[in-house]
């Protein structure tokens, strides 16, 4: 593995909320990788991708400055 850090950290126990979606298997694929590359610098062991996912989401989210501001702009 190259050098440096993922942008996901090790991933903490959160009741969920059920979604269903359907993705494109290289998406899958990735998702796979990125759990082997992440368990591989946390120590743990591969997480799922379901398990991924949704925190992948919320790092995309904090981190978009348009919707940051926006979620400002109107109080949320």
């Known amino acids: 593995m190259s050098g440096g ?3 996901l ?3 903490e126990d959160d009741t969920p909320v059920k979604v269903t979606m359907d993705l494109p298997a290289s998406i899958h ?3 796979l990788a990125y759990a082997q590359m992440l368990a ?3 120590g ?3 997480a799922e991708p379901a398990k991924l996912a949704p925190r992948m989401l919320e790092r995309f ?3 978009d400055r348009v919707f940051v501001r926006g979620r ?3 109080g949320a």
Do not use: V
């Open 40 to 42: 591989s610098q946390t």
């Open 72 to 74: 400002r702009g109107r």
């Open 29 to 31: 694929r990735d998702l």
């Open 61 to 63: 989210m904090a981190t």
């Open 44 to 46: 743990g062991k591969p």
């Open 5 to 7: 850090k993922l942008k």
């Open 9 to 11: 950290g090790a991933l």
